[in-house]
């Protein structure tokens, strides 16, 4: 059951549980879905069972599509799987959209071949009086399955697993436990706000997840950096309860490139011992002194350097002046004051939401138009789940007067402004808007976004609204792109054929 890293990998040097690092996603996703495959295959030939622990949330998605993937393309077989979840929100129906249950089925379980009979996710509609008798019969579940061949874990960013919250005793086992207000501010918004997130959950306990044979926790994602460096570098505590996977002996984090830019490895190598010094490590280190000592570039100077563990670099490349002046003259080649040349050409700026082409690089599109470029944006979503109800009440409220005074179907907007409050009635916590709230709020966002780009200078022929297909679920869960976002894309772009494009750089 080893498995041996991809060599898209790198492994972090001094990092308990080892960590590898992919540039990005999509192969770190590809290799986890590898290991797994390789252990189910394994057991298929020796006519055993495979036994998976299975995490939920936004990390794993890739790895779960690719699995049906293989299944699809490669006939990997997954008949021989039983499947254990972490954990469920305890009071939801399993119905229910922000249920683990929906969601295991609608990521993995509705496109494989794993019988139903394998499949046990913990169930948070049990009656209060029998949630610990259920608890401990999830437990002889696992029990009587052997152990678990492969955990796939994800990471909160108060270093939860499971559900386990800090502080956890750690031979605990599956349990009802209380979500801690970190974790329960992290779910707002699938839950269309933190007051109607679940107090509770059903969860493996930690004692359970320690027992697997292999761990492989997941993190992707700037916003996972700091708890994955407490995790792989800081002590073994309580107060983060993945750190216990330090004493593990087949446990392995595996994170992109965003998710380890805060271990020491990857943020400052210099001072775990000598590196090759390139020009981008050097500018790195050079920046990172100036926040260490407070000084301007230009003021650093050789102590400054030696203080710093930074003798190599002075050694090789100094004295301090001249590496400053170096790093110096490279920040000033990256200004740009004109982005696009100062021949007139075409622009293209894709937007992911409504407003990030104003907040993002807002500066640089007014530079584009004083240069007279012709520059397009290209709004991908409508955004609409960004508006709060009052504000699309409030346009209800406004049309409906609008057309009053200006003698214009009344009938049908005064039905409007009555459907608006009535569907915020009727509306279950956690529930998606109706149709037409959701046009109200996408209508708001349409409307912010035309005025931000005109303030820049934009002419609003050349102004996109796309709303791409994936995003219209009405949740913050979104489908796969598919091929009709690509044709959507596809087709812009051979329209207006621009010479430089724009997009986000998390996209």
Request: charged fraction near 25%; glycine fraction near 8%.
């Amino acid at each position: 059951m080893a498995s041996q890293p991809s060599s898209a990998a790198r492994l972090v040097p001094g990092t308990r549980p080892r960590c590898f690092v992919f540039d990005t996603g999509a192969p770190l996703a590809r290799h986890v879905a590898q290991i797994m495959a390789g252990v189910i295959r394994e057991r298929n030939a020796l006519g055993q069972k495979a036994v998976l622990g299975l995490a939920t949330g936004s990390t794993p998605v890739g790895v779960y599509r690719e699995l049906i993937r293989m299944h699809r393309e490669e006939q990997l077989d997954l008949s021989n799987v039983v499947a254990f979840c972490l954990d469920e929100y305890y009071g939801l129906a399993p119905d229910q959209l922000q249920s683990h249950h929906r969601w295991m089925r609608e990521q993995l379980f509705d496109h494989v071949n794993i019988p139903e009979q394998q499949i046990h996710i913990p169930d948070g509609s049990v009656p209060p009086d029998q949630v610990d008798a259920y608890c401990r019969d999830f437990e002889r579940r696992i029990e009587q399955s052997g152990r678990i061949d492969i955990l796939l874990l994800g990471i909160g960013r108060n270093g939860h697993i499971g559900f386990n919250e800090p502080f956890t005793i750690r031979n605990s086992r599956t349990r009802l436990c209380t979500l801690d207000p970190v974790t329960r501010r992290g779910m707002a918004s699938d839950f269309f706000g933190e007051e109607n997130v679940p107090t509770q959950a059903i969860t493996m306990g930690l004692g359970t997840l320690l027992e697997a044979r292999k761990v492989l926790l997941l993190a992707l994602g700037e916003h996972k950096s700091s708890i994955i460096r407490e995790t792989a570098e800081g002590p073994l505590t309580d107060r983060v309860p993945a750190s216990l996977l330090q004493d593990h002996n087949d446990a392995t984090i595996i994170v992109d490139a965003a998710a380890a830019k805060d271990l020491t490895g990857c943020a400052t190598p210099w001072l775990l011992g000598n590196v090759d010094w390139t020009d981008s490590l050097i500018k790195r280190a050079v920046l990172w002194l100036c926040q260490q000592t407070g000084k301007a570039l230009l003021k650093l100077d050789d102590d400054d350097f030696r203080q710093h563990n930074l003798h190599q670099l002075l050694r090789h490349h100094g004295p301090a002046q001249t590496i400053a002046h170096r790093v110096f003259r490279w920040m000033m080649n990256t200004i740009e004051y004109h982005p696009a040349g100062r021949e007139r050409q075409t622009v293209l700026c894709f937007s992911p939401h409504p407003d990030d082409d104003v907040i993002s690089m807002g500066g640089t599109l007014i530079r584009l138009v004083e240069d007279g470029h012709e520059t397009h944006i290209a709004y991908m979503t409508s955004g609409n789940i960004a508006v709060f109800d009052h504000d699309a009440q409030r346009v209800a409220d406004l049309v409906t007067e609008y057309n009053r005074l200006f003698g214009i179907d009344q009938e049908r907007s005064q039905a409007v402004e009555k459907e608006v409050p009535d569907s915020f009635v009727t509306k279950k916590s956690g529930q998606p808007d109706t149709d037409a709230v959701l046009k109200i709020k996408a209508l708001i966002r349409w409307s912010e976004a035309k005025a931000g780009a005109i303030e820049v200078g934009c002419r609003e022929e050349h102004l996109h609204f796309l709303d791409l297909p994936f995003y219209r679920t009405g949740t913050i869960a979104k489908r796969p792109i598919g091929d009709e976002d690509v044709a959507i894309i596809r087709e812009l772009v051979e329209r207006v054929r621009p010479a430089q494009v724009y997009v986000a750089g998390d996209l």
